[in-house]
């Protein structure tokens, strides 16, 4: 569940120089070589739907910043972003556990799951990004929480993430993240007068 935004991936390129690439947006747009929270927030929330990606934007960098150092710097932004793309299926969703699991302790809970599931349908239906869907946040935490929650114990554990998404299209479809959505870019200045882009 991601957002309409995309990365810059050509088609014959090498992978270098895609990485060249992505540095050389990120040094522009963040030119100490790290980038804080404040500042992800505004150009992923500019670059989406305003406010109402903000909740998303912060969990995001919550789990870029593999240190917990309170910024992200071009390697943990660069690691992320060539594994959420060249990564298994494995990897991407051992990313995205770390997404959901948002107290780091190894486990999600179904509130720190619809917490994120909250804010990820927030994002999508300010942009409209999705077709309308019935299910709500609430439906959709509680359908994964039954299908993933193998041992009833009220929380999901690695193991049954990454087992329970493999074995269900619809579970990984709503789990694994957009490599869109880790984007640093500067959005297009709006033309409001007209509605188009500048």
């Known amino acids: 569940m991601g957002q309409?935004?995309?990365?810059p991936c050509r088609r014959g390129e090498s992978y270098v120089t895609e990485l060249y690439e992505w540095f050389r947006?990120?040094?522009?747009?963040?030119?100490?070589?790290?980038?804080?929270?404040?500042?992800?927030?505004?150009h992923?929330?500019?670059?989406?739907?305003?406010?109402?990606?903000?909740?998303?934007?912060?969990?995001?960098?919550r789990t870029l910043d593999n240190n917990g150092d309170g910024v992200v710097d071009f390697r943990e932004y660069v690691m992320a972003i060539s594994m959420l793309i060249e990564g298994s299926a494995v990897e991407k969703l051992r990313w995205s556990f770390k997404l959901y699991d948002k107290d780091r302790d190894g486990a999600i809970t179904k509130e720190e799951m619809l917490?994120?599931?909250?804010?990820?349908y927030k994002m999508n239906v300010a942009a409209a990004l999705t077709k309308p869907n019935p299910?709500?946040?609430?439906?959709?935490?509680?359908?994964?929480?039954v299908r993933l929650d193998k041992d009833n114990n009220a929380i999901i554990s690695l193991e049954e993430f990454i087992e329970g998404a493999l074995d269900d299209d619809w579970i990984r479809e709503m789990l694994e993240c957009d490599?869109?959505?880790?984007k640093v870019e500067r959005p297009q200045k709006r033309d409001t007068t007209l509605g188009m882009h500048g």
């Open 4 to 7: 309409a935004a995309t990365l």
């Open 25 to 42: 947006k990120f040094i522009n747009e963040c030119p100490s070589g790290l980038i804080t929270l404040h500042e992800f927030k505004r």
């Open 44 to 61: 992923f929330c500019d670059g989406t739907v305003g406010s109402e990606s903000a909740e998303y934007a912060e969990q995001i960098f």
């Open 115 to 120: 917490e994120i599931m909250q804010a990820v």
């Open 135 to 145: 299910l709500t946040a609430e439906d959709c935490t509680n359908r994964i929480f």
């Open 179 to 182: 490599p869109s959505t880790v």
